[in-house]
């Protein structure tokens, strides 16, 4: 009798404690959706290109940059009109912008020389210069 009732309250204890938290699902580590690395809060003086070419590592994407560090950007939403026409312009074009935004983590990742450095962004504030 004795080995039929601690079974039964150890029965009662496993089950009892599987359930006594709801999980919360695991944060990304990288992507647009991975905490931010940094935050550029100062309006940064760049150029906005889009990436149409399927030989780039995020084809049909905005980058944005010049010289050594590119963003590619997360939130297209918040372009103006006469960013999102870059999209049928001749690859290369580029538009002179002013940005603010939350800098993010690439998941793929390329080997690239130590002075470029790639990351996404996730844009608070863009102004067409």
């Keep these: 009798m004795e080995t039929k009732t601690f079974l039964a309250l150890l029965l009662l204890v496993i089950v009892g404690c599987g359930c006594s938290k709801k999980e919360t699902p695991p944060q990304e580590d990288c992507g647009c959706n991975s905490p931010t690395v940094w935050t550029i809060k100062e309006s940064l003086e760049e150029e906005i290109s889009y990436a149409n070419n399927q030989n780039t590592y995020y084809p049909n994407t905005f980058w944005i940059g010049k010289g050594f560090h590119f963003f590619i950007v997360c939130n297209e939403d918040i372009f103006p009109q ?18 603010q935004g939350e800098v993010k983590t690439l998941c793929k990742k ?6 470029y450095s790639y990351n996404h962004i996730t844009l608070t504030k863009i102004e067409v210069l």
């Design 82 to 99: 006469k960013i999102r026409d870059l999209k049928y312009k001749e690859e290369g074009t580029t538009i002179k912008v002013k940005i």
């Design 110 to 115: 390329w080997i690239h020389p130590a002075i």
